[in-house]
């Protein structure tokens, strides 16, 4: 039972360079989201979902779309990066109302 | 806004005693909180939740009490050990329709010194 599984663990884009962050979760839950952790700032939520088809925007969605095509996946996807969203990103899963499992992050630089 | 925050933001506490980290909640609707625990490189950890119709919980060394009336949180751990030495989240726990969203408090860091 792998829980919660981020890809890559690291990158590094360039300004105006597009790409996939992966997230897959083996525990059958409904929920997931993506959060994005900055220095001072805790953890703001970019985009959750609520079931495979449904997603809604969360707190900081600007430059990020998301897509759950199914139940296990659900990419994150920077269309055009800045430096601005140089963070780590954090892929959670949960039940609709419970506990949420995180991925282990990922650590994008953009230069 | 609504938000959730913590009054300290690093705790130095001794190995063998123990620890409170402090957390400060606006939202009255919500009604489920959540403790988690990051260590350097990871994601966070789940430790301890507590929903709005108890004041305390405990588990293994940790215990979580809610005043409502204030809108406080608090995680205790006893005999702090150096494995304890985190980043400390409260998060609190929004429903909305079926849905639900997490909202963090910007962390508190506990170092346990020998």
């Known amino acids: 039972n792998a829980g919660v599984t981020q890809t890559p663990k690291f990158q590094v884009l360039k300004t105006g360079q597009s790409m996939t962050l992966q997230c897959a979760q083996d525990?059958?839950?409904?929920?997931m989201s993506w959060y994005r952790q900055d220095p001072g700032m805790g953890l703001r939520l970019i985009h959750y979902?609520?079931?495979?088809?449904?997603?809604d925007q969360g707190e900081v969605p600007n430059g990020y779309n998301v897509s759950r095509s199914t139940t296990e996946d659900f990419p994150l996807r920077l269309l055009s990066a800045a430096p601005s969203q140089t963070s780590v990103y954090f892929c959670?899963?949960?039940?609709?109302?419970?506990?949420?499992?995180f991925g282990q992050g990922t650590r994008l630089t953009v230069v | 806004g609504e938000s959730v925050g913590l009054h300290l933001p690093t705790l130095s506490v001794q190995e063998g005693d123990n620890s409170i980290i402090n957390c400060a909640y606006s939202?009255?609707?919500?009604?489920?909180f959540i403790w988690y625990k990051q260590e350097s490189g990871k994601g966070p950890q789940f430790i301890i939740d507590?929903?709005?119709?108890?004041d305390k919980r405990q588990g293994q060394r940790v215990t979580v009490l809610l005043n409502k009336t204030v809108k406080h949180l608090s995680l205790q751990i006893a005999a702090t050990q150096p494995g304890d030495s985190a980043v400390y989240f409260c998060?609190?726990?929004?429903?909305?329709?079926?849905?639900?969203?997490?909202?963090f408090g910007t962390g508190t860091r506990l170092q346990v010194t020998l």
């Open positions: 998060a609190e726990n929004i429903r909305f329709g079926t849905a639900s969203k997490l909202t």
């Open positions: 525990m059958n839950h409904e929920y």
């Open positions: 979902s609520v079931g495979a088809g449904i997603t």
């Open positions: 507590i929903r709005s119709n108890m």
């Open positions: 939202n009255s609707a919500s009604d489920y």
């Open positions: 959670a899963s949960s039940y609709t109302r419970g506990q949420a499992f």
